[in-house]
C-alpha cells in the first residue's frame, strides 16, 4: 500500500509539471512528440530519417532520453538541429521535470516540432505525460505482431503508431494485418504508419502528416 | 528522497524473499535462470527450442512474466511442462514475492531446471533479485550493437548472454564484433551464445552448456 500511495503522489507531482511545459508549448507554438518504443526499434533512425526529409523547411529540436551514453545525440547532432541528451542513470523513463530541464537549453522560439525521444522500454515511459501533444509508439517488424495485445498501455495511451522495418518483413514471420488487429484492438483511434527508416520506404506519409500538423497549429 | 528511501526498502525486503527462493531452490537442487531481454527479443521462442531439445532428458518448469495476456504461457504449455504465467498488470519486473507465489503451483519436486521469463524489458528487471543462480541477458540482432552501452545494467548484472536471431544478420546493420566488444566492456565475465532461436542455429551449444550446469549440481 505504501508503493501505491508513493506512485500516486509522483504522478500527481509530474501531471502539475507536464501542464506547465503544455502552457509553455502552447506559447511558443511547437508541435511536441514523445516517441515510444522498445530498446532497438528504430526511434533515432526514424528521427534522422525524419531531419533529412524535413528539417530544411521546419525548425525542429530533438530531447533524447537514454539510461546511458549520448550516443543518440551524437546522431541526432550530426544532422544540425538542436538537440539536448538526458542521461536518466538507470531511471526506466523520462518525466516532465527532466523535460523542463532540457527545454531550457533548446533555442524554444525558433522551432515549430520537438521530439522527445523516450528511454527504449515499452511498459514505464507509457504512463508519463511529458506535456506532449501526443504520444507516438513505435513497433518494428522484427518484435512479434502480437506485441499491442502484451504491451497494451502504450498501444492505449498514443494517438499515433509507427510500424518499422516493413523491409525485413520478407525475412521474419509478422502479420501486419494481425499486427493492425491487434494495435486496433487496443486502440481503434490509432493513426498508423508503415515504413522502413533504413530504406526511406513510406517516410513521407509521416513527414507529411507531421508538416500538416504544424500548419494546423 | 522520499523515493529513494520507499525504493531502498522495497529491494531490501526483495533480497530477503530472494534469499528464501534461493534457500528453497538450493534444497529442491534446481537450477533457476532469470531472462531478461526488450519485447521480441525471442525469450520465448528460445524457451521453445530449448524444450523441444532436452525436456526428455531434463525436468523442466518455466514462469512467465507478462504485463498482459498468458500468451506466452500458452505456446510453453504446449510442450507439455509446467508452466505458470504471472501477469503484472502494468507491473515492469518481476520481483521475489511474485515468483515465490508461482512456485506454490509448481512440482518442484519433480524438476531441474527452472526458467523465469521476465518481463520484456531491458531496464527494470536488472535490479531485482528473484532468487535466481545466473540472470540471462538476450538480444537479438535487430536491436543494434551498442545496446550494452546503453542498457549497462542488464549486461552487468547477467553472467550469460545469447545473441538471438543471427539468421538475420545477412538483412541488418549489426557487428557481432563490435558488439561482443561492448558486452565484454561491461562485463568481462560473461558468457556468449550466438544462435536463431528460429533455425536452430547455435542452440546445441546452449543446451549443452545447461546440461552441465545441471549436472554439475
Redesign the interface.
Known amino acids: 500500500m505504501?508503493?501505491i500511495t508513493?506512485e500516486r503522489k509522483?504522478l500527481e507531482k509530474n501531471e502539475d509539471l507536464a501542464k506547465l511545459n503544455r502552457e509553455t508549448f502552447k506559447q511558443k507554438n511547437i508541435f511536441v512528440l514523445d516517441l515510444l518504443s522498445?530498446?532497438?526499434s528504430g526511434k533515432t533512425s526514424i528521427l534522422e530519417k525524419t531531419l533529412e526529409t524535413i528539417s530544411k523547411q521546419v525548425g525542429i529540436a530533438v530531447i533524447e532520453g537514454?539510461?546511458?551514453?549520448d550516443?543518440d545525440a551524437q546522431r541526432i547532432a550530426k544532422h544540425n538541429v538542436p538537440v539536448v541528451q538526458i542521461i536518466t542513470m538507470?531511471g526506466?523513463h523520462l518525466d516532465a521535470q527532466l523535460v523542463r530541464n532540457a527545454m531550457d537549453s533548446l533555442p524554444l522560439d525558433e522551432i515549430q516540432l520537438l521530439f522527445i525521444e523516450n528511454?527504449?522500454?515499452?511498459?514505464?515511459p507509457a504512463?508519463f505525460d511529458l506535456g506532449e501533444h501526443e504520444k507516438v509508439v513505435i513497433l518494428?517488424t522484427?518484435?512479434?505482431d502480437?506485441?499491442p495485445?502484451?504491451?497494451?498501455?502504450a498501444f492505449r495511451n498514443a494517438r499515433t503508431c509507427i510500424l518499422n522495418?516493413t523491409?525485413?518483413l520478407p525475412?521474419?514471420?509478422f502479420s501486419v494485418e494481425d499486427f493492425k488487429k491487434n494495435a486496433l484492438k487496443i486502440n481503434p483511434n490509432l493513426t498508423l504508419f508503415e515504413m522502413s527508416a533504413?530504406t526511406g520506404e513510406g517516410i513521407e506519409a509521416w513527414t507529411d502528416w507531421l508538416t500538416q500538423k504544424i500548419k494546423n497549429g
Not at 537514454?66 to 551514453?69: A, G, L, M, R
Not at 528511454?119 to 514505464?124: Q, S, T
Open positions: 505504501n508503493v508513493i509522483i522498445s530498446p532497438g537514454d539510461v546511458q551514453t550516443n538507470g526506466c528511454v527504449g522500454n515499452l511498459v514505464c504512463e518494428s522484427t518484435e512479434g502480437d506485441k495485445l502484451k504491451y497494451p498501455a522495418k523491409d525485413l525475412h521474419v514471420d533504413k
